[in-house]
T-cell receptor
Framework: NAGVTQTPKFQVLKTGQSMTLQCAQDMNHNSMYWYRQDPGMGLRLIYYSASEGTTDKGEVPNGYNVSRLNKREFSLRLESAAPSQTSVYFC?????????FGPGTRLTVT | TQLLEQSPQFLSIQEGENLTVYCNSSSVFSSLQWYRQEPGEGPVLLVTVVTGGEVKKLKRLTFQFGDARKDSSLHITAAQPGDTGLYLCAGARYTDKLIFGTGTRLQVFP
């Protein structure tokens, strides 16, 4: 039982490049989330998925797209990376009363 | 818009000291959670409070939810180096989406 896994752990992109962050959970949870974490700002919700096939924008969705491929997997795509997207990205899934987080992806855009 | 403000932002204390972290908002929350995050990892849930005025204790940690459900506090008695980390409050407003606070980074020196 791995919980929530994220790949890659680290990534460096040049401005304008694209990439997909992968997230998977093995706890059979319906709801999944993508957050970004920046110093002094806590975690901010990028996108949310209440169930397979549904997604909803969070607080900071601009520049991102998501896909809920199936119940286990929820991916985050940056189509054209910008330096403002340098951050640590966390995926989470919702259990009975708490969110379970992955270990994060540290992304740097130069 | 940051709905949850935490104070202080940074706290550096000696082992054995007591401390309190505050989480304040002008909005009402249906429940409030506290998470702790260690470097290189995702946040992990410490406690959930749901009733105004509720107090929960977890060993040396005491959590309180304000009577009006707009604020919360975390008190640590006799802090230990193992308490070092980033503490995040997170509120729910009758949905599955959490709003995270700005975070308090605690360093406890031996």
């Amino acid at each position: 039982n791995a919980g929530v896994t994220q790949t890659p752990k680290f990534q460096v992109l040049k401005t304008g490049q694209s990439m997909t962050l992968q997230c998977a959970q093995d706890m059979n949870h319906n709801s999944m989330y993508w957050y970004r974490q920046d110093p002094g700002m806590g975690l901010r919700l990028i996108y949310y998925s209440a169930s397979e096939g549904t997604t909803d924008k969070g607080e900071v969705p601009n520049g991102y797209n998501v896909s809920r491929l199936n119940k286990r997997e929820f991916s985050l795509r940056l189509e054209s990376a910008a330096p403002s997207q340098t951050s640590v990205y966390f995926c989470a899934s919702l259990g009975s009363y708490e969110q379970y987080f992955g270990p994060g992806t540290r992304l740097t855009v130069t | 818009t940051q709905l949850l403000e935490q104070s202080p932002q940074f706290l550096s204390i000696q082992e054995g000291e007591n401390l309190t972290v505050y989480c304040n908002s002008s909005s009402v929350f249906s429940s409030l959670q506290w998470y702790r995050q260690e470097p290189g990892e995702g946040p992990v849930l410490l406690v959930t409070v749901v009733t105004g005025g509720e107090v929960k204790k977890l060993k040396r940690l005491t959590f309180q939810f304000g009577d009006a459900r707009k604020d919360s506090s975390l008190h640590i008695t006799a802090a230990q180096p193992g308490d070092t980390g980033l503490y995040l409050c997170a509120g729910a407003r009758y949905t599955d989406k959490l709003i995270f606070g700005t975070g308090t980074r605690l360093q406890v020196f031996p």
